[in-house]
């Protein structure tokens, strides 16, 4: 579309932020005749009964979350917390439509694995380590709860450090204009909050270092969380994740519009798809290569520079030149010629 063409990014041709349409063909004929008869008649009546479900699995989620308080043992309180919080999200998710995810760990190298990539494979995921992914849509979030249960933060576009968002704002947040800058009370070096989350037994952390959503054509620019010192953990481990939504008719991912819009036209299709491609663990980058603390000797990592390379690779996606701050430029223009605002699009 010509008026959204100063977001269209000149090297890759991708324009990043406007929502998937299916394609021409499944808008003609038989297929698009059927697609329509589920959109108006079969489709509303799915979605009014799914939307019910879920409304009944946030309340559950809240008298639960009532209760955690009333736990005095912290591992029980955590444990409990974990356990209820991803029974939740799995049952969000079935009500969404998405039985089953496509998830598969991917090598990208070519030959056998090292016995030391087995055995930090057999290590799994811990609190404290960094979870880093491409961000397409809300289900990203309710897909890491229920596999993860980990602590999400947002990151300062200019400091680059970061704060912890509450699961609720995590899957707000793809409806709302990415701050340009945190308030500094709030903001703190990422190891902070690694190294809290690892003594707490929190979970592990997540990062999307695009800041926002894209529709899942290509990356946003990420930003360079690790060039300051202080954001390095050294315990941490990284898992690169990178999600994808295949759709024919309506895509899951989501980039701008209306977020109750948008989950009433997923929960109307019958089924959703979706594949999470997550890193051989043994390849993802390491803090510890990093010029900040590689013994003497060796050749330091650019690790914000790995990020983007393994992240490209495991994706299969182009990075544009296109930034969080441009989508904030993008849905200032999109809403006001929509003649809405951002308050609107919860």
């Not at 016995?115 to 960094?130: E, N, P, T, W, Y």
């Not at 990062?207 to 010192?229: D, H, I, K, M, W």
């Amino acid at each position: 579309m010509e008026k959204y063409s100063k977001w269209r990014d000149a090297g890759t041709g991708i324009q990043p932020f406007l929502q998937p349409v299916p394609a021409r063909a499944e808008q003609e004929g038989l297929s698009g005749l059927l697609n329509r008869a589920k959109s108006y008649i079969l489709g509303p009546i799915v979605a009014t009964v799914r939307l019910a479900v879920l409304g009944v699995t946030a309340a559950l989620d809240a008298a639960f979350s009532a209760l955690t308080p009333l736990l005095i043992v912290p591992s029980v309180r955590r444990a409990y917390q974990r356990s209820t919080r991803s029974l939740l999200a799995r049952l969000a998710l079935l009500a969404m439509g998405f039985y089953t995810f496509d998830t598969k760990t991917t090598s990208l190298q070519k030959g056998r694995r090292t016995a030391a990539g087995a055995a930090k494979k057999a290590r799994g995921v811990c609190s404290g380590d960094l979870i880093i992914a491409n961000h397409v849509s809300y289900v990203d979030v309710l897909y890491l709860v229920a596999r993860y249960n980990p602590v999400f933060v947002e990151i300062d576009n200019a400091t680059m450090h970061a704060r912890t968002l509450s699961l609720w704002s995590a899957l707000r947040a793809p409806s709302q204009p990415t701050p340009a800058l945190l308030p500094a009370s709030e903001a703190r070096p990422l190891k902070s909050i690694t190294q809290e989350a690892r003594l707490k037994s929190l979970g592990p952390v997540v990062v999307f270092p695009e800041n926002a959503t894209s529709n899942g054509r290509a990356l946003l620019q990420l930003l360079p969380v690790f060039e300051e010192v202080e954001n390095q953990d050294e315990k941490s481990e990284m898992h690169l994740v990178a999600f994808r939504y295949p759709f024919r008719f309506f895509s899951p991912a989501y980039s701008v519009g209306s977020q109750m819009r948008h989950l009433f036209g997923l929960c109307c299709q019958v089924y959703n798809s979706a594949a999470v491609k997550v890193l051989e663990p043994a390849e993802a980058p390491r803090v510890a290569t990093s010029a900040m603390f590689c013994e003497a000797g060796e050749e330091p990592v650019d690790l914000d520079e790995a990020v983007k390379e393994k992240l490209m690779q495991l994706s299969r996606l182009r990075q544009t030149k296109l930034t969080a701050m441009d989508k904030r430029d993008f849905l200032a223009f999109y809403y006001k010629r929509t003649k809405s605002g951002y308050r609107d699009q919860i």
